[in-house]
C-alpha cells in the first residue's frame, strides 16, 4: 500500500470535514500530487510558526529519549 492509497482510506474510514488541513513532510511525491494545496491566499512565514515551533520541540525531546506525558 502507497501513502496515497493510505490517506484515502483513512481519510474515508473517519469521515473527515471537507477542507481538513493534513500536516506531513511531504516526503513522497505521489502524496504532494494527491493532496490540494491552498492557494486562495498569500503565504505568510508566521501563519503556522507557533504550531512548527510546538512540534520541533517535541522531536527535539523525542530525540533524547524525554516524553512528556500529556
Avoid at 28 to 50: D, H, P, Q
Wanted: aromatic share 22%.
Amino acid at each position: 500500500m502507497n501513502s496515497t492509497t493510505a490517506l484515502s482510506k483513512v481519510i474515508d474510514y473517519r469521515n473527515f470535514p471537507k477542507g481538513l488541513v493534513f500536516h506531513s513532510d511531504y516526503c513522497s511525491s505521489e502524496t504532494r500530487k494527491y493532496l490540494l494545496f491552498n492557494k486562495i491566499r498569500k503565504g505568510n512565514c508566521w501563519n503556522k510558526a507557533v504550531t512548527e515551533f510546538f512540534f520541533g520541540s517535541l522531536k527535539r525531546e523525542m530525540e533524547y529519549n524525554y516524553f512528556y506525558k500529556f
